[in-house]
């Protein structure tokens, strides 16, 4: 029997996959321990502050141990698998068992089959304590997986019934969000006695944890050395009302990932650019008479032509007839910074929070050219594919609520940009035309910009070009 060298397994750690970010959540495995697995495949997708980004292994060989469940929030630079790629086509080393085994792996009978020497189950593997130790002796890991080792080591004697508490350098066995309540309500987890399966703490643990230490204690009972904990019963301790709800009637949604980003960039914005917002109603009958024109040309064959392909070209026109618009305040170095391209940021509702991604150089694309890029951003931004790449360095965006019926609405600029136009519902209205009330196709176009680098007659010329635009589409052409 050949032993295995650490040489032979490959950690791969968690990315930086959008730039600074210092953690990612793991939503979805899709290898599992003993499949093969080749350079460039898939292993499993996670969620970082920005977008869900599916991960490729740089290896070729055999997953011998997946270091984190689904659910995982992970720090960057954290191994989250471990391949082996000494060529083996077997499963990984089995795990130490909830009862200790009689023997060693390594004193086995050289006759054993790889059978007999499968592992009869796998302990779960929690953040922060790496996998339960082997049963075979392996090489101490190097660097920061030592203290890991130790902690689950202690974590083990634990679950193995000795009834004594992890050593101190260890970290009682939680999951993130029972850690999060912790936190938020001051309970120090080493002290929180575990009731959950493999000695896991739970949200009621915390809890009554909670309602232990804030039992009233009388004075003439409990001398001032005594714990108040053992004086007074749980049962007369009071509720916590800052912790406690009626879950049937209420449900708790952790913030992270995108709806955690969106938020904090949304008050980051909103109390650091000074927000101008201004309104033009317009007839955009034309407009959409030329939407159903294109629709039928040969340039546009294959390509999603509608409203809004129309009016992001408006922007990209009138932002060139308005250049200064186009910009972002530098706050630490007290400059406006001009920028001489246009990457247009298309606001876009997905089932993980609101995204911005963005077309790059869009000003310098052809209609079919931006027809084309507007496509494959709706479509992959569905998908909940878009990289962390396509949602920066955005200098202008588009936000369409008129897809949800709304007529109007005044929207927060995405920080470190200049401006942004809501697009509101297109509807069949009653409209002065030529002198004569008729019906006509009417929106309204809400203009939000950072007054401190856009004043309000350069707002009011750029939203003013787009609007006349959109009622003369033949400006595309002249303006152009």
């Given amino acids: 029997m050949t032993t295995m060298t650490d040489t032979s397994v490959r950690e791969f750690k968690m990315p930086d996959v959008g730039e600074g970010l210092t953690e990612a959540e793991i939503l979805k495995w899709y290898v599992q321990v003993g499949d093969t697995v080749t350079d460039g495949q898939v292993v499993c997708e996670v969620e970082t502050a920005k977008a869900a980004v599916e991960l490729p292994i740089p290896y070729d060989g055999v997953v011998r141990d997946l270091r984190f469940p689904e659910g995982t929030m992970v ?11 000494s060529g083996g086509t077997g499963p990984a080393p089995a795990e130490v068992p909830a009862e200790p085994v009689e023997a060693p792996v390594a004193a086995a009978p050289a006759g054993d089959t790889a059978e007999e020497q499968k592992p009869q189950g796998r302990q779960p593997v929690l953040v922060g304590y790496g996998v339960a130790a082997s049963s075979t002796k392996r090489r101490p ?4 997986e ?9 974590v083990q004697t634990e679950l193995n019934g000795h009834g004594t508490p992890p050593a101190p350098e260890s970290r009682p066995l939680a999951k993130p969000p029972v850690r999060k309540l912790a936190k938020d309500l001051g309970v120090d987890l080493a002290t929180v006695v575990p009731s959950g399966p493999d000695g896991i703490i739970t949200r009621e643990d915390v809890h009554a944890a909670v309602t ?45 990932g995108v709806r955690k980003a969106t938020a904090q960039a949304m008050v980051g914005s909103a109390f650091t650019a000074p927000h101008v917002t201004e309104f033009v109603t317009v007839d955009v ?50 400059e406006i910074v001009l920028k001489h391209y246009v990457n247009l940021g298309i606001a876009a509702a997905t089932p993980r929070g609101l995204i911005v991604p963005n077309i790059k150089d869009a000003d310098a694309k052809t209609l ?10 709706v479509a992959t931004a569905k998908e909940g594919r878009t990289s962390p790449a396509a949602m920066q360095g955005g200098t202008v965006t588009i936000t369409n609520v008129g897809v949800f019926g709304v007529d109007t609405g005044t929207p927060i600029l995405p920080p470190g940009e200049s401006a942004i136009l809501a697009v509101g519902a297109i509807k069949l ?12 196709q009417v929106t309204t176009l809400a203009l939000s910009f950072d007054h401190r680098l856009i004043d309000g007659e350069l707002g009011s010329k750029l939203l003013a070009d787009v609007a006349a635009i959109l009622e003369q589409p033949k400006k595309l052409i002249t303006w152009a």
């Fill in 75 to 85: 720090d960057v630079g954290t191994a989250i698998i471990a391949i082996d790629v």
């Fill in 146 to 154: 030592v203290p890991v080792q130790q902690a689950s080591a202690a």
């Fill in 368 to 377: 079919p050219q931006l027809a084309e890029a507007l496509g494959e951003l």
């Fill in 141 to 144: 890991r190097k660097g920061p």
């Fill in 285 to 334: 009958t034309r407009t959409l008479k030329l939407v159903e024109d294109l629709k039928q040309d040969k340039d546009f064959t294959g390509l999603r032509v509608n409203p809004l392909l129309l009016i992001a070209k408006a922007l990209l026109v009138a932002i060139k007839r308005n250049p200064d618009v186009n910009a972002s305040w530098d706050e630490a170095n007290q």
């Fill in 212 to 256: 232990a230490t804030e039992a009233p204690v009388p004075v003439t009972q409990a001398p001032v050395t005594q714990a108040p904990v053992t004086q007074a019963p749980v049962t007369q301790a009071p509720a916590v009302p800052a912790a406690s709800y009626d879950t049937a009637r209420e449900t708790r949604v952790p913030v992270k």
């Fill in 429 to 440: 209205q009653p409209w002065v035309h030529k002198g004569k009330v008729k019906p006509r």
